[in-house]
Structures are given as C-alpha cells and as structure tokens.
C-alpha cells in the first residue's frame, strides 16, 4: 500500500513538473535575439521621444559622450542597459503586421524611437499579461522583456556620467581648500604633488598614507546628481577653486566649491555642470591638517 501510494506522488510531481515547463513563458529560441547587429557596431544613439528633447549619445576614443541636448561624458552604466535592448531575447514575433495592427500595439507619433546607427526600433505598448514590451524593428514586431523603456523617458541630465573625474585621467597634481577643527574652510589651498610615484604635500603634516588615501578619494569621487549650472540652485557660500592636473596632459581642470548643510556642489564650467556630492564626503575629499 506504501509503495503504491510513493509510485502515485512520484507521478504527481512529474505531472506537475511537465505543467511548469510546458506553461513557462520562454523566449522562441535561446539563439533569437531583436537584432543580429553586435553592440561593438554601434558609435551613434539617438532617443526619439514624443514630447522631450531628443537625444544623441556618440562613441568616441575616450568612450561614450552625451552630444546633445547636453554636452557632457556619458554614463556608461545607461549606455550599456540601452545597448543590451540588441540582444534582448524575443517571446514572440509578427511579421507583415497591417497599419491597423500596428496602431493597436502602440505604434504611432507618439511612440519613442531608438535609433543605433542605422537601425531604427520603435517601441508600442505592453502586452497586459506578460507585461512584456512590443518592439518594432524591419517591419517585424517582437515581444521582449521591458528592460530598456523607462529609461528612455528619463531627462537628457540623466544619461550624464556620475563620476567627476574619469578612470583614464589619473590625477598627478591637486590644488584644493583644507578644513579646521571647526569645519571651517581654509583661504589658502593646499597643492599635494606627485613625484617619483610619491604624494608630497605643502603641508608637513599630512602623512603619505594619508595624502595617498585623499588623492585615491577624488579619482573615484561619484556625484548623486549632474546637472546644466543653469539649472541648478547654487547656494551663497563662500566660493573656492579646486584645480586638478593629470598624467600627460598640460592644462589642469578647474571646479569651483559651494556648499550648504547637505551638499557640496563642485561647478565644472567649462562642461557647465554641476556635481553635487553629499556634504558626507568633505571629510574625505579635503584635508584636516
């Protein structure tokens, strides 16, 4: 009697296994993807949308640039979720599919297009089960996941890269304003040096430990937010110059320092950008000698 009812549990389970993976949503063939086009391809973006700036985004020797409506280095971390849109696996696909159809899945003058070169995909509606996306691209419309369209109806602010300063420019110079035990800002900056793979610094104080530790806290500082500095509310501190020189280049970069209660804006001007890091990390950024 056991074992008949062992034999009757083995064969449910089996059952239901068989139901999962017949009923499992899957995409048509592990090999079927959007587009046969390799990311690699791709050194132009263009973002469509109804109602918004468009934007333009181009692949260049020092990477990814924000063209327009802003011009700034990219975030490549946005970049790359956009250019996975071209090995997205496909649930389902429609070819010769009528205007009519086509209109009832969402695709019309409103739609938002990505164009990657010369390719051009456009996006419709969800289908309201799945929540799958419905993409057209070469006359064919494919069912996706929806990973790439709320992206695309962020601001242009956004695509701009959160690192103030890239992994390929190592900092060998800075001059930068310290602060006191009374978190007040000094008027005279300190200039820390690099020479013979060494930090050296104005100050004798500053250990190289800790010179090394400040110098490694700017080349990876990460901002919460990028903004145009004409949109952005800068408050009424005092103003200080930071300037920065790199390996193999000349001419140094220059940010000007505002601060409030919260944040530390940091003004590139010559991108016109504003980096707002939070007021946490001026222990870290600025030396207390």
Known sequence: MKSRYLINFVLLVLVLVLFWFLNKPSPTSQQN????????????????????DSITLQKHATGWQLISPLQAPANNTRIKLLLSLLTTPIYAQLNQVDSAKLNQLGFNDASTIVQFNDHIFQFGTTEPISQHRYILHNNSVYLIDDNVAPLLKANAASFIDNKLIPLKRPISKISLPTINQQQEWSRKNIIIEQKDGHWYSD???LSAD????????????YALQVLPIGKTTLPESTRHTITIWFDNQTDPIELELQYDS????????????????????????????
């Open 33 to 52: 993807t959007v587009s046969e086009i390799t990311q690699n391809e791709i050194t132009n973006i263009v973002i469509s949308r109804s109602g918004l």
């Open 203 to 205: 100050i004798k104080t």
């Open 210 to 221: 800790q010179l090394t530790t400040l110098i490694d806290a700017w080349q990876h500082a």
């Open 262 to 289: 919260r944040t530390l804006y940091l003004s590139y001007y010559s991108l016109n950008l504003s980096y707002q890091l939070p007021i946490s990390l001026r222990q870290q950024l600025f030396p207390n000698p």
